[in-house]
């Protein structure tokens, strides 16, 4: 059982590597918000959207090899190469990338606007 401080560590290392990997395949508009607080499921949520389906799938395709790269493997993977909305579960994080009309509509960010946002680099 690891502890809590090498568990935190390992989110923050999780999501610099997928929002990197979104950044590199142009992903849009990626926000970072810190759940800890409020919520059990994860501690954070990576939140990006892409132009098109093409795009959606390099960005989750890389995010995927970067991570297990890396040592971290998805719990599991929801969505599939023609899903305009694709969830990630990596444990303490969860990676949600969208189109832009389905990200749009379900708003994530309004609906965890308790969560504190956080740029890449409070994350170095």
């Given amino acids: 059982m690891g502890n809590k401080l090498s568990e935190k560590n390992n989110s923050k290392e999780i999501v610099r590597i997928a929002y990197d990997a979104l950044d590199e395949k142009l992903g849009?508009?990626?926000?970072?918000?810190?759940?800890?607080?409020?919520?059990?499921?994860?501690?954070y949520l990576v939140i990006a959207d892409g132009k098109n389906q093409n795009q959606l799938n390099a960005?989750?395709?890389?995010?995927?090899?970067?991570?297990?790269?890396?040592?971290?493997?998805?719990?599991r993977i929801?969505?599939?190469?023609?899903?305009?909305?694709?969830?990630?579960?990596?444990?303490?994080?969860?990676?949600?990338?969208?189109?832009?009309?389905d990200r749009l509509f379900y708003d994530l960010e309004r609906i965890w606007r308790d969560g504190k946002k956080v740029s890449r680099t409070d994350l170095s």
């Fill in 28 to 43: 849009e508009d990626i926000e970072i918000l810190k759940i800890d607080e409020i919520s059990v499921i994860a501690d």
């Fill in 59 to 75: 960005m989750t395709d890389l995010v995927e090899e970067k991570l297990a790269k890396a040592g971290y493997h998805s719990k």
């Fill in 78 to 101: 929801e969505g599939n190469k023609n899903s305009t909305w694709i969830l990630m579960d990596y444990g303490d994080v969860i990676i949600h990338v969208f189109s832009k009309d």
